[in-house]
T-cell receptor, first 114, second 114 residues
Framework: GENVEQHPSTLSVQEGDSAVIKCTYS??????FPWYKQELGKRPQLIID?????GEKKDQRIAVTLNKTAKHFSLHITETQPEDSAVYFC?????????????FGAGTRLFVKA | SQTIHQWPATLVQPVGSPLSLECTVE??????LYWYRQAAGRGLQLLFY??????ISSEVPQNLSASRPQDRQFILSSKKLLLSDSGFYLC?????????????FGDGTRLSIL
């Protein structure tokens, strides 16, 4: 089955710097890749997603890139702000799984220092 | 628009007591429904998912069970709670028809076992 690995587990950046979180997946058939942000004590919230027919997607300060050949995808946050501090989860979805199960990475705890 | 409700928000239960957590979704029909557990500072562990009324798939053997008595209602239960059942329980839904749509999470239930 699909396996998603996420790095780093912890990331600390200075306010205004960029942050990059990288994920790899094992199943080349996976075709949907969402990213979630979870603030302390809150629910995970979708921040951006990308489908396998697209190589890059941007939404203001957030961008995601997908390399299907290498089976990895990355989240880029530019001009980081203290409110970006949270845990970020990448995920992949193989098309054939029952119930459209989503396979999550272990998460990256991002600290943005003011 | 679609909304997901989960209750209670917090729960403190003694070891050996029963459990019932409820989740309902509004604004969509025939959704896929999911129960996750998240230990403190950890990732998302899929417990159960359901593709329709009465259809439950278990991902992890444990003393928990799930039921879906109505299309948009998902219940997580236990007859006797263990200390290891403590955690943050999240219900989620996704489209039952489209595999490239995200899961949306409820606000979660923080369960503490004493």
């Amino acid at each position: 089955g699909e396996n998603v690995e996420q790095h780093p587990s912890t990331l600390s950046v200075q306010e205004g710097d960029s942050a990059v979180i990288k994920c790899t997946y094992s199943d080349s058939a996976s075709n949907y890749f969402p990213w979630y942000k979870q603030e302390l004590g809150k629910r995970p919230q979708l921040i951006i997603d990308i489908r396998s027919n697209v190589g890059e997607k941007k939404d203001q300060r957030i961008a995601v890139t997908l390399n299907k050949t290498a089976k990895h995808f990355s989240l880029h946050i530019t001009e980081t702000q203290p409110e970006d501090s949270a845990v970020y989860f990448c995920a992949a979805r193989p098309p054939y799984t029952g119930g459209f199960k989503t396979i999550f990475g272990a998460g990256t705890r991002l600290f943005v220092k003011a | 628009s679609q909304t997901i409700h989960q209750w209670p928000a917090t729960l403190v239960q003694p070891v050996g007591s029963p459990l019932s957590l409820e989740c309902t979704v509004e604004g969509t029909s025939n959704p896929n429904l999911y129960w996750y557990r998240q230990a403190a500072g950890r990732g998302l562990q899929l417990l159960f998912y359901s593709v329709g009324i009465g259809q439950i798939s278990s991902e992890v053997p444990q003393n928990l069970s799930a039921s879906r008595p109505q299309d948009r209602q998902f219940i997580l239960s236990s007859k006797k709670l263990l200390l290891s059942d403590s955690g943050f329980y999240l219900c989620a839904w996704s489209s039952g028809q489209k595999g490239d749509q995200p899961q949306h999470f409820g606000d979660g239930t923080r369960l503490s076992i004493l």
